[in-house]
């Protein structure tokens, strides 16, 4: 069994063929991607299908989504040990100049305060 076929399963995928293509080219990229970014890569592949797997990596956690404000959702694969907890999130950032998005895992969202009866859903950080 290979490391791309572990992956999936650890996060109780079920590493189809064409789910295996879609993580494999997901480790691709060296930044964000977005379901154009896959779309492109994998010509071949329908849309529809690239978008409901898309979609059940990250139901189970094996990608993060991040709102860059670009109009477009971006995607990066979460490590290893990530359960997508409020405490794990980080900062990303967007370069205005290349549109790309990084996460910049070493850097922890710091903890919020909110007024009482308010409780924290998600967070998007991202800095430009």
Excluded: W
Aim: charged share 20%; with cysteine; proline share 3%.
């Amino acid at each position: 069994m290979d490391r791309f076929e572990q992956k999936l399963l650890d996060r109780n995928i079920k590493p189809t063929s064409v789910r295996l293509l879609l993580f494999k080219t997901m480790t691709e990229f060296n930044k964000t991607f977005s379901l154009t970014d896959l779309e492109t890569e994998l010509e071949t592949v329908n849309k529809s299908t690239i978008f409901r797997t898309l979609t059940l990596f990250h139901e189970n956690l094996l990608i993060h989504s991040i709102d860059d404000g670009s109009g477009s959702m971006k995607y990066s694969i979460c490590a290893v040990s990530c359960m997508c907890t409020l405490g794990e999130l980080h900062v990303h950032f967007n370069c205005n100049r290349c549109h790309n998005t990084y996460c910049l895992e070493s850097i922890s969202i710091p903890p919020i305060q909110l007024p009482k009866k308010f409780i924290i859903k998600s967070i998007n950080f991202v800095m430009k």
